[in-house]
């Protein structure tokens, strides 16, 4: 059942090169994470809100903002960073997604596909511009996106895993 997770070393030239390009982009991104938000929807909620519940020592409603009535679940992430670290930290759990999504396609493709399908598979989604540029900011995009393709994958494998098994995951 799970014959699509052997030993991840690359073998041929081809796969070295994605390999190469999957590391350089996510050390950029992550680096990029060091550098203070600059995000709109970053500064105006997705780490505002989790600084007032900390400033206020409970998650409440906020008067004059439609987004605190939202969900939050990557935000609570954020607050996590917020208090042990700072904006940096809340930034990595974002890029965290990012590198987790990327692994996931890689992993997903590699399986049903191939290793060539599964690498330049992560490799389109790791390098595409509004995924890339998002990767660094605090927001919730990629958790969203991470957590999509794994229930798409999941419902892929349906047949293979069994209902059972399938619907636990």
């Not at 994470?33 to 409440?60: E, M």
């Not at 009535?69 to 960073?81: A, N, S």
């Not at 996106?145 to 892929?156: D, H, M, R």
Request: with cysteine.
């Amino acid at each position: 059942a799970l014959a699509g997770f052997e030993p991840l070393m690359p073998k041929t030239a081809q796969e070295k090169m994605i390999w190469a390009c999957l590391i350089a982009v996510m050390i950029v991104s992550c680096l990029q994470c060091g550098a203070p938000p600059i995000g709109n929807d970053a500064l105006a909620y997705h780490l505002d809100h989790p600084k007032h519940f900390i400033q206020n020592h409970k998650i409440s409603y906020l008067p004059l903002t439609r987004e605190s009535l939202w969900p939050f679940q990557t935000e609570m992430l954020f607050t996590i960073g917020l208090l042990l670290q700072g904006t940096t930290l809340a930034q990595l759990f974002h890029w965290s997604f990012y590198l987790l999504t990327t692994v996931s396609v890689y992993l997903f493709g590699r399986r049903h596909y191939g290793t060539n399908a599964g690498g330049w598979s992560a490799l389109i989604f790791a390098f595409s511009p509004v995924v890339f540029a998002q990767s660094s900011e605090a927001y919730v995009d990629l958790s969203l996106t991470f957590f999509i393709f794994l229930s798409l994958a999941v419902l892929w494998m349906r047949d293979e895993l069994g209902d059972q098994k399938a619907g636990v995951l």
